[in-house]
Nanobody, 119 residues
């Protein structure tokens, strides 16, 4: 089992920045963590959960068009951490952000962290 815990959410003004972190724990070694596809999804009120970004075991990132050029996903396998650097935040980025892990058809989700962009 893998547990994922997000942190770093909060209230930020438009144009501001936040860095989300996701810590993996449970019966997973750093070596195994490195084999997982990791990612971030988000869900705004009344909306479906949507992909924000993923990063493969070889550190290849993939981004939703809406965040390209503004968000950066990264991972530190030794620490079993995934990060999402969010710059130039917009009102429409307001959502609960969820950390995600996948390996061998097993999906794991964190409980989410709220990001609110408001003036």
């Amino acid at each position: 089992q893998v547990q994922l815990v997000e942190s770093g959410g909060g209230l930020v003004q438009p144009g501001g920045s936040l860095r989300l972190s996701c810590a993996a724990s449970g019966s997973i070694s750093s070596l195994m963590f490195g084999l997982y596809l990791m990612g971030w999804y988000r869900q705004a009120p009344g909306q479906q959960r949507e992909l924000v970004a993923t990063i493969t075991s070889t550190h290849t990132p993939n981004y939703a068009d809406s965040v390209k050029g503004r968000f950066t996903i990264s991972r530190d396998n030794a620490k079993k951490m995934v990060y999402l650097q969010m710059n130039d935040l917009k009102y429409e980025d307001t959502a609960v952000y969820y950390c995600y892990a996948r390996r061998s058809k097993n999906d794991y989700w964190g409980q989410g962290t709220q990001v609110t962009v408001s003036s």
